[in-house]
């Protein structure tokens, strides 16, 4: 059974950060893509980043550039999402995915809660 499983979220300030991990199991990712998107309340889900299978090439939404960065540890099975200048906008429920492509997907983790608030 292929288990994707996020870590790392919870409550910061504005201006602070946070990493998010990714952990897979059941099979190997490292010949995939993988990524993070999030889902604010009411709002649809959202793509935030995305590492190629040997990290030599990211892709970042505009929003985030600059604050964010994706990386990952092939030898783990892991994906890794480093939160920069965090302010309201990027609370949301993270979500990381292994395999197929930013489009679609293969798997899904269960999400973590990203909460930026005083």
């Known amino acids: 059974q292929v288990q994707l499983v996020e870590s790392g979220g919870g409550l910061v300030q504005p201006g602070g950060s946070l990493r998010l991990s990714c952990a897979a199991s059941g099979r190997t990712f490292s010949s995939d893509s993988m990524g993070w998107f999030r889902q604010a309340p009411g709002k649809e889900r959202e793509f935030v980043a995305a590492i190629n299978w040997n990290g030599m090439s990211t892709y970042y939404a505009s929003s985030v550039k600059g604050r964010f960065t994706i990386s990952r540890d092939n030898a783990k099975n892991t994906v890794y999402l480093q939160m920069n200048s965090l302010n309201a906008e990027d609370t949301a429920v993270y979500y990381c995915?292994?395999?197929?492509?930013?489009?679609?997907?293969?798997?899904w983790g269960q999400g973590t809660q990203v909460t930026v608030s005083s």
């Open positions: 995915y292994g395999g197929g492509t930013y489009h679609y997907p293969d798997y």
